[in-house]
Nanobody, 117 residues
Framework: QVQLVESGGGLVQPGGSLRLSCAAS????????MSWVRQAPGKGPEWVSA????????DYADSVKGRFTISRDNAKNTLYLQMNSLKPEDTALYYC??????????WGQGTQVTVSS
């Protein structure tokens, strides 16, 4: 079955960086768009970024453009999200998702990112 396991979250000060990873298994990773989605406390899910199968087509939410970088290693079945210049409003549970915005069918369990001084 599809498994998506996120890691790399934690507590970081404003302006800091984190790198999230998502280990995928149970499906042909290099055949799917992959995305990162986040959900802040008391809010609905917010799509963050998506990457196509080969990594050459990437989209970002305006709120993270220029600060976050999505990438994938198809040989390792792993999705990444490099997050720089973190802000308190980036605090959320970050999910790895198979598919793109509005068309994803599997999510991981999430990894918590907290940005606070």
């Amino acid at each position: 079955q599809v498994q998506l396991v996120e890691s790399g979250g934690g507590l970081v000060q404003p302006g800091g960086s984190l790198r999230l990873s998502c280990a995928a298994s149970g499906f042909t990773f290099n055949s799917y768009y992959m995305s990162w989605v986040r959900q802040a406390p008391g809010k609905g899910p917010e799509w963050v970024s998506a990457i196509n199968t080969g990594g050459g087509n990437i989209d970002y939410a305006d709120s993270v453009k220029g600060r976050f970088t999505i990438s994938r290693d198809n040989a390792k079945n792993t999705l990444y999200l490099q997050m720089n210049s973190l802000k308190p409003e980036d605090t959320a549970l970050y999910y790895c998702a198979r598919g793109r915005e509005g068309d994803s069918d599997s999510w991981g369990q999430g990894t918590q990112v907290t940005v606070s001084s």
